[in-house]
């Protein structure tokens, strides 16, 4: 029947049929151009672990002496079975998520990897299932979406390899071809790691927050000699909550907020004001500060948005000490949508119009919570009686994660300064320790290793005690141009009181 013009053509669009249209396999190259950044891709890994109901992840940079070449995620989740891996590595695959779930799209792992890496693979067995594997080569993917099918025993073979972490049952994500990897310099490695994986802890530790505050859940950051197996680095991931102060910045807060937000009802904000100049990590240390101040917005307990007013004001300066922290309701998919790296929230105007109809119990009106804040701000800023400390190079390996948050916490920092690192070696039986000023590496006789360990093997992070103090005593040296008789002399002092305790140690 020929079509006939209808007097409702502004409302109904009349159609004669339906055909199929899949993608088209560059659409995958679509995913490498996502905008994702190392550490948030590396996020999203571990949060599909997180998913799996994994309580260790272990991030594995694998290191062929000063080459890096490749990167691995690795968790003891359920794990995957063939049919479930063929949907994990489909673009978009997960055609629906528990209101729970940290996933949300189906294409974190691909867009994620693809955005850093020419090759993804990803390795998995449960306690029902042998261990398979799948891989995305990217070259070949663009072409007409062909996934490789792993050889099974190299499968089993890695799984082996790592079952310290995945034991019956876990999933393994390798990136190979890594971009990053390959702009390293000769003699840079060393560099590149430390930046690569301070930036990766600070993003971990603040997005992951209140998984790392449990007590059953742990991230470590590892290299590891890929012929040798021996660990060069580790490094345990500390939570880095943006609301971690010891004492608020005002009293009566923090103070909780109801917002009216159509479609929604009340919506819960919870209002803090930090304390003013505070050292800590979690407030100077994730970012400017202009960016940091605002809403924190989480999504099943994983922080999806670290500061920003969403439109509905601008950042200024004297707001600073400002943070909110909202819980997204499982019905607020009209009012908010997340972005797919999960690095920010878009509202719609009501939830800007809550905001400005918000009120605590007392009858208080956000605006006053805001101009709390400023005056906190200003009133600081008016005392000017801040002691401030002398900045320090940073620590490196050696000293433990918790030791180097604690001390980067108390202590302005020397910026674009390699760290100090600690290692024990063979030194002579009248020294306790030796400055290499060019390699930035504090050297330690290993043959009084064992009076700091309790009869205990000695690991990268031992004796915390004693590197503590020596970083205290021996930074400023490191920070000279050159070394004047009296730091010479200092440092003989403190070898021979040192090797005097040791040896008096080992006597007991």
Not at 66 to 72: A, G, K, N, Q, T
Not at 189 to 211: P, V, W
Request: hydrophobic fraction near 40%; glycine fraction near 8%; charged fraction near 30%.
């Amino acid at each position: 029947m020929p079509y006939a013009p209808s007097a409702d053509w502004q409302f109904v669009i009349p159609t004669e049929g339906s055909k199929r249209l899949p993608p088209a396999a560059r659409y995958l190259e679509s995913l490498t151009h996502q905008g994702y950044g190392f550490e948030a891709a590396i996020a999203d890994l571990i949060d599909n672990s997180i998913d799996a109901g994994a309580k260790n992840v272990v991030v594995s940079f694998l290191r062929d002496e000063d080459r890096l070449v490749s990167l691995l995620v690795i968790d003891d989740g359920c794990g995957m079975d063939d049919n479930a891996l063929d949907v994990a590595m489909t673009v978009g695959g997960r055609e629906g998520y528990s209101h729970k779930a940290l996933g949300h799209f189906g294409a974190g792992l691909k867009a994620a990897s693809l955005s850093h890496a020419g090759s993804l693979t990803v390795v998995s067995r449960t306690k029902r299932s042998p261990a398979a594997g799948r891989r995305w080569l990217i070259a070949r993917a663009q072409k007409d979406f062909t996934c490789d099918i792993v050889e099974p025993r190299y499968c089993q073979d890695l799984v082996d390899r790592y079952d310290g972490v995945i034991g019956w049952h876990g999933t393994l994500v390798r990136w190979d071809d890594v971009h990053a990897f390959e702009t390293i310099t000769k003699g840079q490695a060393d560099r590149f790691l430390n930046d690569a994986i301070e930036k990766l802890e600070t993003h971990l530790g603040l997005y992951l927050h209140r998984f790392l505050a449990q007590d059953d859940f742990h991230i470590d950051v590892v290299v590891e000699d890929v012929r040798t197996r021996e660990e060069l680095d580790h490094r345990g991931v500390e939570p880095i909550d943006p609301f971690g102060y010891r004492i608020p910045g005002r009293a009566g807060y923090p103070r909780t907020f109801k917002a009216p937000v159509e479609g929604i009802g009340a919506l819960t904000l919870t209002a803090h004001i930090w304390p003013p100049k505070s050292p800590l990590v979690s407030y100077r240390g994730i970012g400017p500060l202009a960016d940091r101040q605002g809403l924190y917005i989480y999504r099943n307990d994983r922080l999806v948005q670290a500061g920003g007013w969403n439109g509905t004001r601008s950042a200024e300066g004297h707001h600073n000490l400002a943070r909110v922290a909202l819980d997204l309701p499982s019905e607020a998919n009209d009012v908010f949508s997340l972005t797919v790296k999960k690095d920010g929230v878009n509202v719609t105007p009501s939830f800007a119009r809550g905001l400005e109809q918000a009120v605590d119990n007392e009858g208080e009106s956000f605006s006053a919570y805001l101009a709390a804040s400023e005056t906190t701000y200003r009133e600081a800023a008016r005392r000017n009686t801040e002691v401030t400390r002398k900045p320090m190079i940073p620590p490196g390996k050696g000293l433990d994660p918790k030791l180097r948050r604690v001390l980067r916490d108390e202590l302005p920092e020397l910026e674009s300064e390699d760290p100090i690192a600690f290692r024990w070696e063979v030194l002579r039986e009248d020294v306790f320790f030796e400055l290499d000023r060019e390699e930035r590496v504090v050297r330690l006789n290993k043959d009084f290793r064992h009076a700091f360990n309790g009869g205990k093997r000695g690991g990268l992070n031992d004796a915390p005690v004693v590197k503590s103090m020596l970083y205290l005593m021996v930074n400023e040296i490191f920070q000279k141009e050159r070394v004047r008789a009296v730091h010479t002399d200092n440092i003989a002092l403190w070898n021979s009181i040192l090797v005097t305790a040791a040896r008096c140690e080992l006597d007991r």
